[in-house]
């Protein structure tokens, strides 16, 4: 069965980086567009960044040159470099991969930005 594990969550400082991971097995991670959401308590979930199949990549406007998602595709993996963390980017992260009629997501991390 197909899966995605994040990882690299935790607390960090305002101003601190931080990076995310999205790793995963039986599937060709390459293949698929990847999203990194997030959910803070008490709202919607969002789009943070997606990179699809051919590289191009999209932002949304509050992480625009703050975050990266960038692609290892030797270790099949998809990142989310986070630099300049605010205390609003405090949220659990889900990686979602689609493919064709594939929708996967992973279990969530939780990123908190506090001092």
């Known amino acids: 069965q197909a899966q995605l594990v994040e990882s690299g969550g935790g607390l960090v ?3 601190g980086s931080m990076r995310l991971s999205c790793s995963a097995s039986r599937i060709i991670l390459s293949i698929y ?3 990194w959401y997030r959910q803070a308590p008490g709202k919607q979930r969002e789009l943070v960044a997606l990179i699809g199949g051919g590289g ?3 932002y ?3 992480v625009k040159g703050r975050f990266t998602i960038s ?8 990142y989310l470099q986070m630099n300049s963390l605010k205390p609003e980017d405090t949220a659990v ?3 979602n991969a689609r493919f064709g009629r594939d929708d996967l997501w992973g279990q969530g991390t939780q990123v908190t930005v506090s001092s």
Do not use: K, L
């Open 71 to 78: 692609r290892d595709n030797a270790e099949n993996t998809v």
């Open 56 to 58: 191009i990549t999209h």
């Open 13 to 15: 400082q305002p101003g």
């Open 60 to 62: 949304v406007d509050s």
């Open 33 to 35: 567009s990847v999203n």
């Open 93 to 95: 992260y889900y990686c």
